[in-house]
């Protein structure tokens, strides 16, 4: 399936499963959470169409994204939360979604998809949305590499 129609089929799943919860007055935060997911998902600038940069401030990893249009935003992950993430990716080592890691983590979207997990080497695509870990020592690595964008100041 072309991205673009992933991310619009992903959008109306989550929708169709926040109104089946609502209908049944059992509206949950991980039904809205899911949604939020998605609609950000559907909405973020592919790769090509933004600058994106991670810095550590504040003890916090900061995605911080710059769009070639619209407005320019930023996610926090508290350090914590990092670390939570890391030793949730290296647990399902073989293969896992975002929702995975949130599902793991009981974290908030922004919290897990900040996560620059990805971005700088320490788990590696296996799929369509899948990730693998990219080594046998995925907290390791990713406690390294934040620890490396800290000292970069």
Same mark, same amino acid.
């Given at each position: *399936? ?19 919860? @609502?209908?049944? !007055?059992?509206? /949950? ?9 998605? %609609? !950000? ?12 940069? +991670? *810095? ?5 990893? =900061? ?12 996610? @926090? ?10 030793? !949730? ?6 293969? +896992? %979604?975002?929702?995975?890691? @949130?599902?793991? /983590? ?16 320490? %788990? ?13 020592? =995925? ?8 620890? !490396? ?5």
């Amino acid at each position: *399936m072309l991205p673009y129609l992933q991310k619009l089929h992903d959008v109306l799943n989550a929708a169709k499963a926040v109104l089946a919860a @609502r209908e049944a !007055a059992m509206l /949950t935060s991980d039904e809205w959470d899911a949604l939020a997911h998605a %609609v !950000a998902a559907a909405t973020e600038p592919p790769p090509d169409e933004r600058d994106e940069t +991670f *810095m550590v401030e504040s003890g916090a990893l =900061v995605r911080r994204v710059v769009p070639r249009k619209g407005q320019p935003y930023e996610h @926090r992950c508290p350090q914590e939360a990092f670390e939570a993430i890391a030793a !949730a990716a290296e647990e399902a080592a073989s293969g +896992f %979604v975002l929702d995975d890691l @949130r599902r793991a /983590t009981q974290l908030p979207w922004t919290q897990v998809a900040v996560a620059f997990l990805k971005e700088r080497g320490c %788990v590696v695509p296996a799929g369509a949305r899948k990730h693998a870990a990219a080594s046998t020592c =995925v907290y390791e690595d990713a406690l390294t590499e934040y620890h !490396a964008l800290h000292e970069e100041k």
